[in-house]
């Protein structure tokens, strides 16, 4: 399963697949910073925000980079469909890591986030904080609609794009304060919400719950589709 992980990761990147949503993160995150500095949680939950979206684009595009016949003769390989499936979001989780690590290094390039706090503002280190599980918690519920996006369950790279773009507007509009339905949605709008307060370790144990249980929700979901689509 590692090997095949490993195949999976490899072929995004040689097949220039990466270079798409690596380059309109880059983009975002300059548009982002370029406008001065802001608190870190303040800074790093927006950008947590923006990062769902691309990170869910990128898995579908990497889970997408295998042709239908190789990925069924992948399950053959493997001996079961599990385990072909865990080895798509293994690599998904890998190829996240080093975006992240450039979401949370780059906007101190840019002067994008203030070394001062400020009076009632949260410390430095309260927000680095908050901004690293900002970021680390929506890997999850990103790589799971990226795979749900994907088109060994969709069918087509077009209706793959749409369930990217809808997941990501539906998690825009259910996040919104006072929507009754908030727990359709991965939180992300909360966790963007909560990281301006610094690191409230309450907040972060429920919001994770949550951001677990909806990921829990979708693999499931990507499970049962993929099974009655072989």
């Known amino acids: 399963m590692t090997a095949l992980a490993r195949m999976r990761l490899v072929g995004y990147v040689r097949?220039?697949?990466?270079?798409?949503?690596?380059v309109t993160y880059l983009v975002v995150l300059g548009t982002l910073y370029g406008g001065g500095a802001a608190q870190a949680?303040?800074?790093?939950?927006?950008?947590?925000?923006?990062?769902f979206p691309v990170l869910a684009w990128q898995t579908k595009l990497l889970l997408d980079a295998e042709p239908d016949v190789q990925r069924r003769l992948a399950v053959v390989a493997v001996g079961s469909p599990l385990r072909e499936q865990a080895a798509g979001l293994f690599a998904a989780v890998a190829a996240a890591l080093p975006v992240v690590v450039?979401?949370?290094?780059?906007?101190?390039?840019?002067?994008?986030?203030?070394?001062?706090?400020?009076?009632?503002?949260?410390?430095?280190?309260?927000?680095?904080?908050?901004?690293?599980?900002?970021?680390?918690?929506?890997?999850?519920?990103?790589?799971?609609?990226?795979?749900c996006a994907s088109r060994a369950v969709?069918?087509?790279?077009?209706?793959?794009?749409?369930?990217?773009?809808?997941?990501?507007?539906?998690?825009?509009?259910?996040?919104?304060?006072?929507?009754?339905?908030?727990?359709?949605?991965?939180?992300?709008?909360?966790?963007?919400r909560?990281?301006?307060h610094g690191f409230v370790p309450s907040g972060v144990a429920a919001l994770t719950v949550h951001a677990l249980a909806w990921t829990a929700v979708a693999l499931?979901?990507?499970?049962?589709?993929?099974?009655?689509r072989t």
């Open 41 to 51: 949680g303040e800074a790093y939950g927006v950008s947590a925000l923006f990062l």
């Open 194 to 196: 909560l990281a301006t």
């Open 102 to 147: 450039i979401s949370l290094v780059l906007p101190w390039g840019l002067g994008g986030i203030s070394a001062s706090a400020g009076p009632g503002d949260p410390s430095l280190l309260s927000g680095v904080s908050v901004g690293l599980w900002a970021h680390l918690v929506m890997i999850a519920p990103a790589v799971a609609l990226g795979a």
């Open 154 to 192: 969709t069918g087509s790279f077009g209706m793959g794009a749409m369930v990217v773009v809808a997941g990501a507007v539906l998690t825009l509009v259910l996040g919104l304060n006072g929507s009754p339905v908030w727990w359709l949605a991965p939180p992300m709008m909360s966790v963007a």
């Open 15 to 22: 097949t220039g697949r990466v270079v798409a949503p690596l």
């Open 220 to 228: 499931a979901g990507y499970v049962g589709m993929r099974r009655s």
